[in-house]
């Protein structure tokens, strides 16, 4: 790795520095009342590498490959594995916020718990490395680790309150999350099956050459965009894959269900946003008829199961599908 490398992924390692430091706090603080506010004053190390990244890609001329720059020319790095353009900043940003937010909203509510603060911290910071890392991801494989680097922690802090519900909920979310990793896998290695490549940008020129009458104009292409998808339609907790949501959001602790309902979901849209529209551009016609038809049916199934709901939370949850 280069030092340009050092200085793209700056706002990345801060993230996790800032998750390990407050482990390390933990173990040496008496006064654990202190950790969230310590939590809250490390985000200003990521905040502050991404608002100087900002300036420094200056005016970009695309939102989604922004490479158009003042002195940072070329925002890919590790052989084009993650591009800090733009759109990842605006995303590390959101990120940031909400953390920042279920951060404050939590000081109260781990008052209550005798230990394992410092963890509880430090899995949110996990959790939105992961997030932030998603929306630079422009390499299947770094999609991959990066989605899975915001899941496990997710679903450890599901399960934080260790209540009969608590745990049931991080159960599921840990199974059905695995599912849905296993189906985006699937779908992947067919993909590179037949682009013979895991960048985006190489798959875009793949797929632009494919030819025939089905859609996609290949099986292979056909069936791997399809799991694909199906797997971030888990993560997104779109119709007919939400079935994990109302009992998440039931029995996971309030901060961490807030924390899924906003930064999860936006990172999510973020790697689908990149991947169909860097790597699957060409064939928009296709996938965005199933999108459209995902979209359409979240919206009813989630509002109409949504009034019957006379439990609150589960109500937001299927609100939310």
């Known amino acids: 790795m280069t030092v340009h490398d050092f200085y793209v992924l700056s706002p990345y390692l801060a993230m996790a520095g800032a998750a390990l430091l407050i482990i390390l706090l933990d173990l040496a603080l008496p006064k654990k009342s202190l950790l969230p506010y310590l939590t809250f004053a490390a ?128 159960m599921k979310f840990l199974i059905i999350g695995a599912v849905s990793s296993a189906l985006m896998l699937y779908g992947m290695a067919l993909v590179f099956g037949f682009t013979g490549s895991t960048q985006l940008a190489e798959i875009s020129i793949a797929v632009g050459q494919a030819t025939g009458d089905i859609p996609f104009g290949n099986y292979a292409l056909f069936v791997g965009i399809i799991l694909m998808i199906a797997g971030f339609g888990f993560k997104l907790s779109a119709a007919p894959f939400q079935m994990w949501v109302p009992d998440v959001y039931e029995g996971g602790p309030t901060p961490v269900v807030g924390f899924l309902s906003v930064a999860s979901k936006a990172a999510a849209f973020a790697v689908v946003i990149r991947v169909f529209f860097t790597g699957f551009f060409d064939v928009a016609l296709d996938w965005g008829i199933l999108i459209a038809g995902i979209a359409a049916a979240s919206m009813v199934i989630g509002n109409l199961v949504a009034i019957r709901q006379s439990n609150i939370r589960r109500l937001f949850g299927y609100s939310t599908i």
Do not use: C, H, K, W
């Open 43 to 170: 985000l200003t190390g990521p905040l502050v590498m991404s608002v100087i990244q900002v300036y420094d890609l200056g005016s970009a001329t695309s939102l989604i490959q922004g490479s158009d720059a003042v002195s940072n020319e070329d925002p890919s790095i590790l052989l084009g594995a993650l591009s800090v353009d733009r759109f990842a900043l605006f995303f590390n940003f959101l990120v940031i916020g909400s953390v920042a937010l279920v951060v404050l909203a939590s000081a109260d509510y781990v008052r209550n718990m005798e230990r394992f603060q410092g963890e509880y911290f430090a899995l949110i910071l996990f959790a939105a490395t992961g997030m932030m890392l998603l929306a630079a991801a422009t390499e299947l494989i770094t999609i991959y680790v990066s989605l899975e680097l915001t899941t496990l922690p997710m679903a450890a802090l599901t399960a934080f309150l260790m209540t009969r519900r608590s745990s049931e909920a991080g």
